[in-house]
């Protein structure tokens, strides 16, 4: 992982091959934020009519590159858009999403430094985590890659001595390494992460995280009677499992339980998905990546609350053996659920957790899933859909995504999706589909919320759009996964302290 660090050197002097600053919007033009006026002096005062006149216009993302003002100090300069509020502020979202595009622009062999706006420490976080999370990149499987070693990267912050700035950049550090741990287990490819080496994957990290890691194999889930996940599993040669994370300080001041789905692939069971639909089904575990990568978070910043964690892992595959629509689930816990779709699968695993999480009575629970198409019909490929079970515990996971930067909006969970859900199913308890083609991710979220024992706040998290990115890379958001719902998990945890 590249390392960085924070540094008082003045930003027309600092020795980097790229230096990165921000240039805002005004009227027409560009104007250059406070703390640059050395280095605009280096340019002879004309730095704006030089990004000015090669087109520059202060647009959000937007990158312009000039030679270094110096020659043996910084050999490039990287201006990047920062936008334009009414107010003339910049929000936390804005230095992240730049430093991310700013370390883009730049080849990964290079050391880079952030001459960006940093009043205080949060605004150091933002930009150390866009900065980190921007040079991530996945060539695991690249035969002619490179292996260059990733060049350094240095905040420039008059708050690099200050000890809120420095516990500001450890967070980033450990949460951008947790990030990128996500992305990689969304871009391997799922003949390589089965449900067996996933949970084994999180097996070794709680060792080294001291996360105590328990894992339920096809047998103990068969005694367990966990039988959502075992018929969601059952077609596939690749065996389901159950982890189970905990993490307890002393002296916790609440007790948050995660869920994740986590589908190691997709094809929708005997309910097939079409070839183009399956492309990207490798990404259906990444509800359960960003649990169990939050859950590891947490514990190396030591923060004080217990949490306990659950990824519900499977592979839903088409065989003899694979569930078949109109079959009978016995979930645990005891309700039974006629599957009419077997491509809505995920609430089958998560209704078995979900269960299996309330008993352990925590304070709040909040699931992440990669679970509806709907939800990015409704919400576009970058917003997960927020359901819960009560506005305040709902709210609180939202603001959570709004201070960390990920986009996440309320949705509803009408009372009558539960009831179309029982009465679709005549033999069972209710079914896993409302045979409507409207309203899906609601109905799903009133699926899992009848798993949700009494008098336990709940929170689901559809991230079915921004968990994989199928389109350009944009800011600090690579191409393929995300790592969506860590950020916003970490600083849940961080908050309620």
């Not at 033009?29 to 703390?35: N, S």
């Not at 952030?114 to 035969?143: H, I, M, N, Q």
């Not at 009465?423 to 609601?442: F, M, Q, R, Y």
Request: with cysteine.
């Amino acid at each position: 992982m590249t390392t960085i660090t924070l540094s008082k050197s003045d930003a027309a002097g600092v020795k980097t091959d790229a230096l990165v600053i921000g240039v805002v919007k005004l009227g027409g033009g560009v104007t250059l934020p406070a703390g640059t006026e050395s280095l605009n002096a280096a340019y002879g005062g004309k730095l704006v009519e030089v990004l000015t006149g090669l087109g520059a216009t202060g647009k959000a993302g937007e990158v312009t590159k000039v030679p270094g003002p110096k020659p043996g100090k910084s050999a490039t300069l990287v201006a990047v858009g920062l936008g334009a509020a009414p107010d003339g502020s910049l929000k936390t979202e804005d230095l992240r999403a730049a430093a991310g595009a700013g370390v883009r622009a730049t080849k990964t062999g290079q050391s880079v430094a952030f001459a960006l706006p940093t009043p205080d420490a949060e605004c150091v976080r933002a930009v150390a985590e866009g900065a980190l999370l921007g040079r991530y990149a996945f060539t695991a499987y690249k035969s002619s890659d490179s292996n260059e070693a990733p060049g350094n990267l240095t905040v420039l912050t008059d708050l690099a001595r200050n000890k809120d700035a420095k516990a500001a950049l450890e967070r980033a550090q450990v949460t951008a390494e947790s990030v990128a741990q996500v992305r990689d287990w969304v871009n391997t490819p799922p003949s390589d992460l089965h449900p067996v080496e996933f949970a084994a994957d999180a097996v070794k990290l709680g060792k080294e995280f001291g996360v105590k890691v328990e894992v339920l194999d096809e047998k103990a889930l068969a005694k367990g009677g966990y039988g959502g996940i075992l018929g969601v599993g059952q077609g596939s040669a690749n065996p389901p499992r159950l982890v189970r994370l905990t993490y307890t300080p002393k002296k916790p001041v609440t007790h948050l339980a995660f869920v994740g789905k986590g589908i190691t692939f997709d094809s929708g069971g005997l309910s097939l998905k079409t070839s183009t639909g399956m492309v990207s089904m490798k990404s259906d575990m990444a509800g359960a990546a960003a649990v169990i990568g939050a859950t590891l978070a947490i514990a190396r910043l030591g923060l004080p609350v217990q949490v306990t964690t659950y990824a519900a892992m499977a592979e839903n595959m088409p065989s003899g053996s694979a569930a078949r629509p109109s079959d009978v689930l016995t979930m645990y816990g005891g309700k039974t659920v006629e599957v009419l779709n077997t491509d809505a699968e995920g609430r089958l695993v998560l209704g078995d957790a979900l269960v299996r999480a309330s008993e352990d009575a925590p304070d709040l629970i909040v699931d992440v899933a990669t679970l509806t198409g709907a939800c990015v019909v409704a919400l576009g490929t970058k917003v997960a859909g927020a359901f819960g079970n009560t506005d305040s515990a709902r709210d609180r996971v939202v603001d959570a995504a709004v201070a960390s930067g990920e986009a996440m909006w309320p949705l509803p969970i009408p009372a009558e999706m539960l009831d179309k859900l029982k009465s679709h199913s005549k033999v069972a308890d209710l079914a896993n589909i409302t045979g409507e083609p409207w309203g899906g991710a609601l109905a799903a979220a009133a699926f899992l919320g009848d798993f949700v024992a009494d008098g336990i706040d709940w929170v689901h998290l559809d991230v079915a759009g921004p968990a994989f990115n199928d389109g350009a890379a944009a800011g600090y958001t690579p191409i393929g996964g995300t790592g969506y719902a860590v950020r916003t998990l970490i600083e849940l945890a961080a908050s309620a302290g």
